[in-house]
C-alpha cells in the first residue's frame, strides 16, 4: 500500500494547523489565569477590589502556601468568600487583592499558586503552537 506525497502533505498541513489553534486557545487560556493571578486582569475589564478583615478559614498551611477559602470585606462588596489567599501559615494577611472573573461570580486572590497553574497550559499551548508551526512549514517544504 502506497501513500502520495500530495496526501502525506495536505494531512501534515491540516494537522499542523490543527496544533497552532489548538495551541493558541490553550496559550490564551493560561494567559488569562495568568493575568488573573498577577492582577494584571484590571486591564481586561474585569473588576478588581482590595478586601480587608481577612479571616481564612484553614490556617494549617505551611509558610508561605496557598489558602483555600478566605473571607474578606471591601468598600461596595461586603463580606465575600475569596478563593486561592497566599497564606504565612500562621496570621491571616491584613487585606488580599482579588479578582472577579464575572459579575456576581468568585474572586480570585493575586496569588501566586494561581500564576503557577496558569503557567502551564500558557507554556503547553506556546509549545503546541509552535510544533503546529513547524509541521505546517515542514508539509508546505514537501509540497513543492
Same mark, same amino acid.
Given at each position: 500500500m502506497s501513500v502520495s506525497a500530495a496526501g502525506r502533505t /495536505?494531512? *501534515? %498541513?491540516?494537522?499542523g494547523a490543527s496544533l497552532v489553534v489548538? /495551541?493558541?486557545?490553550?496559550? @490564551?487560556? /493560561?494567559?488569562? @489565569? &495568568?493575568?488573573t493571578g498577577t492582577g494584571l486582569s484590571g486591564l481586561l475589564g474585569m473588576? &478588581?477590589? #482590595?478586601? /480587608?478583615?481577612?479571616?481564612? %478559614?484553614? #490556617? %494549617? #498551611?505551611?509558610k508561605g502556601q496557598t489558602v483555600w477559602h478566605c473571607f474578606g470585606a471591601a468598600e *461596595? &462588596? *461586603?463580606r465575600t468568600r475569596i478563593s486561592f489567599a497566599d497564606h504565612d501559615g500562621r496570621n491571616d494577611p491584613e487585606t488580599? #487583592?482579588?479578582?472577579?472573573?464575572t459579575e456576581? *461570580?468568585?474572586?480570585f486572590a493575586h496569588s501566586s499558586m494561581i500564576v503557577g497553574y496558569g503557567m502551564i497550559p500558557l507554556l503547553l499551548g506556546a509549545g503546541t503552537a509552535a510544533w503546529g508551526g513547524? %509541521? @505546517?512549514r515542514e508539509a508546505g517544504r514537501r509540497g513543492r
Open positions: /495536505g494531512g *501534515g %498541513r491540516l494537522k489548538g /495551541g493558541a486557545a490553550l496559550f @490564551v487560556l /493560561g494567559l488569562f @489565569v &495568568v493575568a473588576r &478588581v477590589e #482590595t478586601f /480587608g478583615h481577612i479571616d481564612c %478559614r484553614d #490556617t %494549617r #498551611t505551611s *461596595g &462588596v *461586603g488580599i #487583592t482579588a479578582t472577579q472573573l456576581g *461570580g468568585r474572586w513547524y %509541521r @505546517v
